[in-house]
């Protein structure tokens, strides 16, 4: 039976993802332009540097450090897949603008881009974004809304400033874990809006 489009999409991000080394989580993005694959990219080591997983062990693994922690605490050195396929379009000079990205793990489920992964997703001008999402289901988001979530979520920071206190992560819609904002966090320790 012959798959449809998003299917497709997804199967060939899948098989992209098992070129990735991470012992942690395998991760496929392809970008869509015009119903044409225009980039792919996995979740690995710099280019030309150790692949962690492959020539090192994971550098998390031996500090205990968890997955999906702030940048301040990690050690990981891997540049995210849906960092990986911009960057190779913009390596050979092709246009990112109102492409589609497409991100799957090799295997099991993955969620919604990391945070740094979203601003680079917004600054290339991605349109859309599809993914599997915790419970397995392919998740469509179209970018502009990662904007205006945003942008609601510094006007409430905004408006609960006060002076004479800070305000609490509660009030600010953050999550304790990470300190993102409950629409932006992967950790799991809040609830999404």
Known sequence: MR?????YYFDIARLVAERSSCTRRKL????????????????????????????????????NIPALTKPETDLCSAIHAEENAIINCARIGISTVGAT?????????????????????IQAEIKDCWYIDLDGSQKHEEVSTWIELENQWMRDIE??????????????????????????????DVEKK
């Not at 798959?3 to 299917?7: A, G, H, I």
């Not at 997983?53 to 693994?61: A, H, P, T, V």
Request: with cysteine; aromatic share 6%; glycine share 10%.
């Open 28 to 63: 496929g993005a392809i970008l869509i332009k015009n119903d044409s694959l225009i980039s792919t990219g996995y979740n690995g080591s710099i280019r030309g540097g150790l692949n962690c997983g492959i020539d090192i062990k994971c550098l998390k693994e031996i500090h």
């Open 159 to 188: 408006r609960l400033h006060d002076v004479s206190r800070v305000p609490t992560l509660k009030e600010l819609g953050a999550c304790p874990k990470c300190y993102k904002p409950k629409w932006a966090c992967n950790c799991g």
């Open 3 to 7: 798959p449809d489009k998003t299917t």
């Open 101 to 121: 990205l497409y991100l799957a793990p090799f295997e099991g489920k993955s969620q919604r881009p990391c945070s740094r992964c979203r601003k680079m997703i």
